[in-house]
């Protein structure tokens, strides 16, 4: 997982998913596996937005 500061508040907690073959059915493929994308918002209520898939959680 690779986290870094966006904003003064905010990270980027994402993974990358390196077997990642095909996603939402047949519709989509990829030979490079694909990123999961989360954000960390460090407020007054901490905010998980876009939370990664399961295996990386």
């Given at each position: 997982m690779?986290?870094?500061?966006?904003?003064?508040?905010?990270?980027?907690?994402?993974?990358?998913?390196?077997?990642?073959r095909?996603?939402?059915?047949?519709?989509?493929?990829?030979?490079?596996g694909?990123t999961?994308?989360?954000?960390l918002?460090?407020?007054?209520?901490?905010?998980?937005?876009?939370?990664?898939?399961?295996?990386?959680?």
């Amino acid at each position: 997982m690779a986290v870094f500061k966006v904003l003064p508040d905010i990270w980027s907690v994402g993974v990358v998913d390196w077997d990642v073959r095909s996603f939402h059915g047949p519709s989509y493929s990829t030979h490079r596996g694909t990123t999961y994308n989360a954000y960390l918002i460090m407020d007054e209520k901490k905010t998980l937005v876009d939370t990664v898939h399961r295996p990386f959680a």
